[in-house]
Nanobody, 126 residues
Framework: QVQLVESGGGLVQAGGSLRLSCAAS????????MGWFRQAPGKEREFVAA????????RYADSVKGRFTISRDNAKNTVYLQMNSLKPEDTAVYYC???????????????????WGQGTQVTVSS
């Protein structure tokens, strides 16, 4: 069974940066696309970024494009989300997700992902 554990969340001032990590265990995910989603209080979960199994293809939500960068280290079975120029509207619980289908295409909808982490809180103060 795949387990995903996010870390790196916290409280930061607007304009600051955070780096989220998502460590996978149970089996290697080097053949699987990975994604980041977030959910703010009272809102539905939304797509943030996704990366292909090789790292060669990435996708971003318009709201984070140019500020966030998704990357992965398959040797460490870990995916990252570097978040710069943070805004108060980025405040949310951030979730890591893994697609169970190998060598697929990075997806932007949460229903495409089978495995999920427990989430890490990111709070951006104004």
């Amino acid at each position: 069974q795949v387990q995903l554990v996010e870390s790196g969340g916290g409280l930061v001032q607007a304009g600051g940066s955070l780096r989220l990590s998502c460590a996978a265990s149970g089996r290697t995910l080097s053949s699987n696309d990975m994604g980041w989603f977030r959910q703010a209080p009272g809102k539905e979960r939304e797509f943030v970024a996704a990366i292909s199994w090789s790292g060669g293809s990435t996708r971003y939500a318009d709201s984070v494009k140019g500020r966030f960068t998704i990357s992965r280290d398959n040797a460490k079975n870990t995916v990252y989300l570097q978040m710069n120029s943070l805004k108060p509207e980025d405040t949310a619980v951030y979730y890591c997700a893994a697609d169970h289908r190998p060598f697929h295409r990075p997806q932007t909808t949460d229903k495409e992902y089978r495995y999920w982490g427990q989430g890490t809180q990111v709070t951006v103060s104004s």
